[in-house]
């Protein structure tokens, strides 16, 4: 069965400071991985997705993520985070020609001043 | 740009009672989903919908769970008597030929039972 994990469930960094959001998956099979974030009070947004092609991708606000298919890893990167975001960000995936997705447990990003 | 619609943003029900939530997908969407996430759990996939029918669905959506696609535009989920387990925020998603393999999630509504 296909599972996520996120390992870190809260991450604190400073304003305008990287960070990485870690996420690993379990499939036997290929997948579509997402990263999708949820502001305070908010609903789910998808933030940046692979399907197939390039193994880096990028969002509009900064992020980038990166497939590794050895390491069963979809990691998310900011080279220097805003106050703005604060949220918290569920990795998740879908099999090929399957109708779930499956989210991980979600990584809670706070930023400190 | 198009996007998930959820009414109502909140409700609050007696243990019991039927309660109906209600999205509009994207409108050329073909199939549909719901899912929930319990207050401070992760997002948990209940049902998928297409063709007029349930193509999938999880071990949390037993017999007290049902959805339906009325018109051309809405898509309910209907929890026949409602438990406090039930409390959750619950999320209607959309994806399709537009959308591919990618899902567009609703705002949620947040299901409170007493």
């Known amino acids: 069965a296909q599972s996520v994990t996120q390992l870190d469930s809260q991450v604190p960094v400073f304003e305008e400071a990287p960070v990485e959001l870690r996420c690993n998956y379990s499939s036997s099979v290929s997948v579509y991985l997402f990263w999708y974030v949820q502001y305070p009070n908010q609903g789910l947004q998808l933030l940046l997705k692979y399907l197939s092609g390039s193994t880096l991708v990028e969002s509009i606000n900064g992020f980038e993520a990166e497939f590794n298919k050895s390491q069963t890893s979809f990691h998310l990167r900011k080279p220097s985070v805003h106050i703005s975001d604060t949220a918290e960000y569920f990795c998740a995936v879908r099999v090929n020609r399957d109708d779930k997705i499956i989210f991980g447990k979600g990584t809670r990003l706070h930023i400190l001043p | 740009e198009p996007e998930v619609t959820q009414t109502p943003s909140h409700q609050v029900t007696q243990m019991g009672q039927e309660v109906i939530l209600r999205c509009v997908p994207i409108s050329n969407h073909l199939y549909f989903y719901w899912y929930r996430q319990i207050l401070g759990q992760k997002v948990e996939f209940l049902v998928s919908?297409?063709?007029?029918?349930?193509?999938?669905k999880s071990e949390i959506f037993d017999d007290q769970f049902s959805v339906e696609r009325p018109d051309g535009s809405n898509f309910t989920l209907k929890i026949r008597s409602t438990k406090l387990e039930d409390s959750a925020m619950y999320f209607c998603?959309?994806?399709?030929?537009?959308?591919?393999?990618?899902?567009?999630f609703g705002p949620g509504t947040r299901l409170t039972v007493l």
């Open positions: 998603a959309s994806s399709g030929l537009a959308g591919g393999p990618t899902q567009y």
């Open positions: 919908f297409y063709n007029n029918e349930i193509s999938e």
